[in-house]
């Protein structure tokens, strides 16, 4: 397989050398194409040499007038040798010129001509992967056909911060390219019914009680079962998340819709998968907006229906799988959990540690079975829905 590798201007670049070697280790030809700013950071000649191939480095790199007519279409060359794209670090740059379809060097030229599976790598400071042009920009990407966004990890970054932005190790970049080069099918044919996201209950019309999840797992769930060849129906809470690619979302507001909806489509599901964090309870609510008058204020809540305990009992031929969302005592809960609503897994995760669960783009998770427990540990949404998959296919 050829692979070009394009090299974007950040500090984690020298980490693209590792990714070129990871990507031969697992049989590819690597060709590389670095941006300007990346040559600021790493040689050229550290990729000539690791590949045993020519380094492209700008548009108009050769001299004569016929070298510069050879060069300005050798991007459509490049595009049609190679089967895949992968930009590793992409930078907020880069992804903004993707995003917008902007042609100003070698490399981002080449995004145009690519029609192949591009896999792109982000890395940069947690302030700027979380500013909202680059969140938009993201999404745009994520939702193009062929398109595979490598979330960076958490950590202590080179700006002296602490947070998302660092590259994604070069094995797990290398082990996405191959993905994308050999798409797996093995959920070709199922029927899967997802929840994600918090639900609103209302106080007034004004007021509501929620949680902190952002959907970020049962979005990721979606996305990765639709890649591997699911009909996907996602039944989402409020979230500000773009629709996966090719599946189907039915926004919901309360619990008691997201029974509503769940229960609506059952029967269509081979595949359950509850990541929502439902309402236990809800308020009961008032018609008009609750006036200040200065004293305590006491709300009454009745009990939402048990969703994925209501799945339980009409389980019949399905895969059943449940989330357990848990401050202490976590596997005990999840055992519980996996018996008391008739689950085939329950995916465990503590949910009071820092950069992990609500709203964070890494889970820490343990899969909970009648055959055992298996700790997958701390990594992105994303790398653990794939995981989490391959549990349910795996399961009897
Ligand atoms: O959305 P993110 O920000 O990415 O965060 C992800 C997450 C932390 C929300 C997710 O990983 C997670 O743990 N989801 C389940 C949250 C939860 O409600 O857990 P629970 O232990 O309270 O509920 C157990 C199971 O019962 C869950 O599958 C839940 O969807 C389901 N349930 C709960 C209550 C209810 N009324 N109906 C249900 O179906």
Redesign the pocket.
């Known amino acids: 397989m050829n692979v070009v590798l394009g090299v974007g201007g950040g500090i984690a670049a020298y980490k693209a050398a590792e990714l070129a070697r990871a990507l031969q280790d697992r049989g590819c030809a690597v060709s590389t194409v670095m941006t300007h700013a990346a040559q600021e950071f790493i040689q050229p000649l550290t990729f000539a040499a690791l590949t045993g191939r020519k380094v492209i480095t700008g548009l108009f790199e050769k001299s004569s007038a016929d070298a510069v007519l050879s060069s300005s279409v050798e991007h459509i060359a490049v595009a049609q040798e190679n089967q895949l794209l992968v930009v590793a670090p992409a930078t907020a740059d880069l992804l903004a010129q993707f995003a917008h379809g902007h042609a100003s060097d070698f490399l981002t030229t080449l995004y145009l001509a690519f029609t192949g599976p591009v896999v792109l790598a982000p890395a940069m400071n947690t302030n700027m992967w979380n500013h909202p042009a680059t969140q938009a920009n993201v999404a745009t990407l994520r939702a193009r056909a062929n398109h595979v966004i490598v979330d960076p990890g958490s950590g202590h970054l080179a700006c002296g911060m602490t947070g998302p932005g660092r590259l994604a190790e070069p094995p797990s970049i290398a082990d996405a390219v191959m993905t994308a080069l050999h798409p797996r099918r093995d959920l070709a044919g199922q029927t899967i019914l997802l929840?994600?996201?918090p639900t609103r209950e209302a106080i007034d019309p004004v007021r509501y009680v929620s949680n902190?999840?952002?959907?970020?797992?049962?979005y990721a769930l979606a996305e990765a079962a639709a890649a591997r060849g699911a009909r996907v129906i996602l039944v989402s809470g409020p979230v500000s998340l773009a629709a996966p690619k090719g599946v189907e979302v039915i926004a919901v507001e309360s619990?008691r819709d997201m029974y509503e909806a769940v229960m609506a489509r059952l029967d269509e599901a081979t595949i359950v998968i509850?990541?929502?964090?439902?309402?236990?309870y809800s308020p009961i609510a008032a018609g008009q907006k609750i006036k200040k008058s200065g004293e305590m204020m006491h709300l009454d809540l009745h009990p939402?229906?048990?969703?994925?305990?209501a799945v339980g009992q009409r389980k019949g031929a399905r895969k059943l799988i449940?989330?357990?969302?848990?401050t202490n005592d976590l596997l005990t809960y999840a055992r519980r959990?996996l018996e008391q609503?008739n689950c085939d897994l329950i995916?465990a995760?503590l949910?009071n540690q820092p950069g992990t669960?609500?709203?964070?783009d890494q889970?820490d998770v343990t899969l909970v079975t009648r055959a055992g427990d298996q700790p997958l540990g701390r990594a992105s949404?994303r790398a653990l829905a794939d995981q989490i998959l391959d549990a349910v296919v795996a399961l009897p």
Request: proline share 0%; hydrophobic share 40%; aromatic share 4%.
């Open positions: 929840t994600a996201g902190h999840s952002s959907g970020k797992m049962g619990a509850k990541s929502a964090a439902v309402a236990d939402t229906r048990d969703i994925l305990a449940g989330f357990a969302a848990e959990k609503k995916v995760n949910v669960g609500f709203g964070a889970n949404k």
